[in-house]
């Protein structure tokens, strides 16, 4: 396979946006990559002339022409208002696409505990610390998008020993190790794409959690998930998924049990948290970073 990877530059004020379009319409997300030379928590600004570079990628097949295109019009919309240079397109190997990125994953440290270190990196994390070894491929979930971070941070304070999880759209698998390093008894992970299944199941034996972690692949119903309720349903994907799935989502959730629900855009806010209470799932927090927001809501006894 090859990939196209769309590049542009931009002020820094306008990398919030111009990343939410590259990661609605590209594959796995955004690239960022900002001038460094200073450090903001001693005080120090950045450089006036502040710029970032923000890269997607596109597998190139049927899809790649029309998503390339709602990028193109997205961008020249945000370029109305700010001046920002023309998509710069490159064609990728598969091989030259899966190292380009590589060198934007860094260790990275989630709350309280948790450490999420690529599999091609060596880090030796101190013994109170929740090592994932993490090699994403070519599915979402490395823990640096905001969405990934806040469901994370969710997970260690909401999974208890022996905690049963259920998760839709596993991506990377980064939630579901997650759960199952921070105690769960058993966990299972369904997700829809066969290249992130793939992704997901050698992430589960990397971590040595297949013993509680089951990989399917497919989606809500699954044929191979019966009627069992959990302690604990994850859904970092999208609102419109989220709000279509809530009446399936609730009835997987035991009674006193709760939903992290991520992927949203703030502006969708309100729609998910109305088909979440029309559900019996009663809210109780619900976080921010930049323009996403997760929720935490639990179902109601009875």
Same mark, same amino acid.
């Given at each position: #396979?090859?990939?196209?990877?769309?590049?542009?530059?931009?002020?820094?004020? +306008?990398?919030?946006?111009?990343?939410?379009?590259?990661?609605? +319409? %590209?594959?796995?997300?955004?690239?960022?990559?900002?001038?460094?030379?200073?450090?903001?928590?001693? =005080?120090?600004?950045?450089?006036?002339?502040?710029?970032?570079?923000?890269?997607?990628?596109?597998?190139?097949?049927?899809?790649?022409?029309?998503?390339?295109?709602?990028?193109?019009?997205?961008?020249?919309?945000? @370029?109305?208002?700010?001046?920002?240079?023309?998509?710069?397109?490159?064609?990728?190997?598969?091989?030259?696409?899966?190292?380009?990125?590589?060198?934007?994953?860094?260790?990275?440290?989630?709350?309280?505990?948790?450490?999420?270190?690529?599999?091609?990196?060596?880090?030796?994390?101190?013994?109170?610390?929740? *090592?994932?070894?993490?090699?994403?491929? *070519?599915?979402?979930?490395?823990?640096?998008?905001?969405?990934?971070? #806040?469901?994370?941070?969710?997970?260690?304070?909401?999974?208890?020993?022996?905690?049963?999880?259920?998760?839709? =759209?596993?991506?990377?698998?980064?939630?579901?190790? !997650?759960?199952?390093?921070? =105690? !769960?008894?058993?966990?299972?992970?369904?997700?829809?794409?066969? #290249? !992130?299944?793939?992704?997901?199941?050698?992430?589960?034996? !990397?971590?040595?959690?297949?013993?509680?972690?089951?990989?399917?692949? =497919?989606?809500?119903?699954?044929?191979?998930? %019966?009627?069992?309720?959990?302690?604990?349903?994850?859904?970092?994907?999208?609102?419109?998924?989220? *709000?279509?799935?809530?009446?399936?989502? @609730?009835? +997987?959730?035991?009674?006193?049990?709760?939903?992290?629900?991520?992927?949203?855009?703030?502006?969708?806010?309100?729609?998910?948290?109305?088909?979440?209470?029309?559900?019996?799932?009663?809210?109780?927090?619900?976080?921010?970073?930049?323009?996403?927001?997760?929720?935490?809501?639990?179902?109601?006894?009875?």
């Amino acid at each position: #396979m090859k990939w196209l990877e769309l590049s542009i530059s931009a002020p820094s004020e +306008y990398v919030e946006p111009l990343s939410h379009i590259f990661y609605r +319409y %590209g594959h796995g997300g955004t690239v960022i990559e900002q001038e460094g030379g200073f450090n903001p928590d001693e =005080g120090e600004l950045p450089p006036v002339s502040y710029n970032a570079t923000l890269k997607t990628y596109l597998p190139i097949d049927h899809t790649t022409t029309d998503l390339r295109n709602r990028i193109d019009i997205a961008v020249r919309l945000v @370029a109305h208002f700010s001046p920002i240079t023309e998509l710069h397109e490159r064609v990728l190997e598969e091989s030259e696409w899966a190292n380009s990125w590589k060198k934007h994953f860094k260790v990275l440290h989630i709350g309280r505990s948790l450490v999420i270190c690529p599999s091609w990196l060596t880090y030796k994390a101190d013994t109170s610390k929740i *090592m994932i070894q993490l090699d994403p491929g *070519m599915a979402f979930g490395t823990g640096h998008h905001p969405t990934t971070k #806040m469901c994370l941070q969710f997970l260690e304070t909401n999974v208890n020993p022996s905690s049963t999880v259920l998760e839709l =759209g596993a991506g990377s698998g980064i939630l579901s190790i !997650a759960a199952a390093k921070l =105690g !769960a008894s058993h966990v299972n992970a369904i997700e829809i794409e066969s #290249m !992130a299944v793939k992704a997901c199941k050698e992430n589960v034996a !990397a971590n040595k959690v297949d013993s509680i972690v089951n990989v399917f692949h =497919g989606s809500l119903p699954h044929e191979e998930i %019966g009627p069992d309720t959990y302690d604990l349903v994850v859904s970092n994907i999208s609102a419109k998924i989220i *709000m279509e799935k809530s009446a399936l989502l @609730a009835d +997987y959730i035991t009674s006193g049990g709760a939903l992290i629900a991520s992927g949203i855009v703030k502006e969708h806010r309100l729609d998910v948290e109305q088909a979440l209470i029309a559900h019996h799932l009663s809210l109780i927090t619900v976080t921010e970073d930049g323009d996403w927001i997760a929720l935490l809501a639990f179902k109601k006894p009875g």
